[in-house]
T-cell receptor, first 115, second 113 residues
Framework: AQKITQTQPGMFVQEKEAVTLDCTYDTSDQSYGLFWYKQPSSGEMIFLIYQGSYDEQNATEGRYSLNFQKARKSANLVISASQLGDSAMYFCAMREAQNNNDMRFGAGTRLTVKP | KAGVTQTPRYLIKTRGQQVTLSCSPISGHRSVSWYQQTPGQGLQFLFEYFSETQRNKGNFPGRFSGRQFSNSRSEMNVSTLELGDSALYLC????????????FGNGTRLTVT
């Protein structure tokens, strides 16, 4: 069974600084997708960024980038120039090609941006 | 394009009752997934429907069931409610291609007393 691990229950970052949120995963599938979501206190889950297992370049989306290290099975989210509005829960998720119907999530990291 | 719509937003039920939650996916999305979110267990996958068929099911008791209609709208039902069923229930839809992300609704917060 696939497993996603986020080892940082909580993180603090100073406004305008960069922060890295860790995510490691376990899969025997060669083809899979990795996703990051943001969940503010209001509760909605917002899709941030996607990385495919065969993608050679790290994904980037505005201030979000994904540090993908396939051999280490890690997919860390990097947020540059943190803003107060970035304070939220962040979830890493994975979907395997052999199990295309099912996306599983990590436990999440609560990020707090300090002014 | 309208997003995923879940109704109701809040629900209070008593133990032993049953409840039905509704989800309207993004237009054109045929896949609908349901998740339960609690502080202790995090986000747990309930089930996924595609073209009115359940394709996958998480590790939940049979009291949790769902269905999908021909217009892709989905409902989930929880029978014989227990206190532990109190949670945020999230519905998500996606397009069919492999890299498509889940698009979530705002959720239904269920409180069982």
């Amino acid at each position: 069974a696939q497993k996603i691990t986020q080892t940082q229950p909580g993180m603090f970052v100073q406004e305008k600084e960069a922060v890295t949120l860790d995510c490691t995963y376990d899969t025997s599938d060669q083809s899979y997708g990795l996703f990051w979501y943001k969940q503010p206190s209001s509760g909605e889950m917002i899709f941030l960024i996607y990385q495919g297992s065969y993608d050679e370049q790290n994904a980037t989306e505005g201030r979000y980038s994904l540090n993908f290290q396939k051999a280490r099975k890690s997919a860390n989210l990097v947020i540059s120039a943190s803003q107060l509005g970035d304070s939220a829960m962040y979830f890493c998720a994975m979907r395997e090609a052999q199990n295309n119907n099912d996306m599983r999530f990590g436990a999440g990291t609560r990020l707090t941006v300090k002014p | 394009k309208a997003g995923v719509t879940q109704t109701p937003r809040y629900l209070i039920k008593t133990r032993g009752q049953q409840v039905t939650l509704s989800c309207s996916p993004i237009s054109g999305h045929r896949s609908v997934s349901w998740y339960q979110q609690t502080p202790g267990q995090g986000l747990q996958f309930l089930f996924e429907y595609f073209s009115e068929t359940q394709r996958n099911k998480g590790n939940f008791p049979g009291r949790f069931s769902g269905r999908q209609f021909s217009n892709s709208r989905s409902e989930m039902n929880v029978s014989t409610l227990e206190l532990g069923d109190s949670a945020l229930y999230l519905c998500a839809s996606r397009a069919g291609w492999e890299a498509s992300p889940l698009h979530f609704g705002n959720g239904t917060r269920l409180t069982v007393t």
